[in-house]
């Protein structure tokens, strides 16, 4: 079972920025699609970004284009979302999924299609 630990996360103001890093317990890494959600109280879990298993691929959701960066280091086990021009609407939970071990490089965009899961790191942004 691998295990993803994500860190990073914080309160900042409107306007400043978070890189938000999440590492996999697993040394085929490389072999996962990777995607980032997150969770505000009293509402369901949302699809903010997600990286194919190289990197070549990613996709967000509409309201964090321009804002946000899905990125991963393969040799540090490591996916990381650098977050820009930071909302009070983005306060929430953020997660970090994993589905692999894969030879496909597929993105996945449903919190379903992912078989493993971080326990979280919370954002807090400051009107």
């Known amino acids: 079972q691998v295990q993803l630990v994500e860190s990073g996360g914080g309160l900042v103001q409107a306007g400043g920025s978070l890189k938000l890093s999440c590492t996999a317990s697993t040394r085929t890494f490389s072999m996962y699609a990777m995607g980032w959600f997150r969770q505000a109280p009293g509402k369901e879990r949302e699809f903010v970004a997600t990286?194919?298993?190289?990197?070549?691929?990613?996709s967000y959701t509409e309201s964090v284009k321009g804002r946000f960066t899905i990125s991963r280091d393969n040799a540090k086990n490591t996916m990381y979302l650098q977050m820009n021009s930071l909302k009070p609407e983005d306060t929430a939970v953020y997660l970090c999924?994993?589905?692999?071990?894969?030879?496909?490089?597929?993105?996945?965009?449903?919190?379903?299609?992912?078989?493993?899961w971080g326990q979280g790191t919370q954002v807090t942004v400051s009107s």
């Open positions: 990286i194919s298993r190289s990197g070549g691929s990613t």
């Open positions: 999924a994993g589905r692999g071990p894969t030879t496909y490089s597929n993105i996945y965009v449903r919190a379903s299609e992912y078989y493993n």
